[in-house]
Nanobody, 126 residues
Framework: QVQLVESGGGLAQAGGSLRLSCAAS????????RGWFRQAPGKEREFVAA????????YYADSVKGRFTISRDNAKNTVYLQMHSLKPEDTAVYYC???????????????????WGQGTQVTVSS
């Protein structure tokens, strides 16, 4: 079993920056794909960014491309989401997710992720 714990959320002003972290513990394997999703009140959970097992491939939602960067440190079993130029519409609960060990390719849909963190709130004020 894999446990994911997010941290780094909080309040930021529009144009500001935050960095989210997602640490994995338990039965962890470094080389499996990880992703970030977010869910705003009254909306469905949506894809934000994903990274392959090696870190060599990344993919972003159009809404965050050029502003957010996903990265990983496999030695620490941790994935990061660096967020710059934040907008009020980025306000949401952000969730990190992981695929099963051995599944290293990037995927964009929630159904293909097997493990989820509890979420961390990001609020961007205008």
């Amino acid at each position: 079993q894999v446990q994911l714990v997010e941290s780094g959320g909080g309040l930021a002003q529009a144009g500001g920056s935050l960095r989210l972290s997602c640490a994995a513990s338990g039965r962890t394997f470094s080389f499996y794909a990880r992703g970030w999703f977010r869910q705003a009140p009254g909306k469905e959970r949506e894809f934000v960014a994903a990274i392959s097992g090696s870190g060599g491939s990344t993919y972003y939602a159009d809404s965050v491309k050029g502003r957010f960067t996903i990265s990983r440190d496999n030695a620490k079993n941790t994935v990061y989401l660096q967020m710059h130029s934040l907008k009020p519409e980025d306000t949401a609960v952000y969730y990190c997710a992981a695929r099963n060990p051995g599944q290293t390719t990037v995927v964009l849909t929630t159904q293909l992720y097997n493990y989820w963190g509890q979420g961390t709130q990001v609020t961007v004020s205008s």
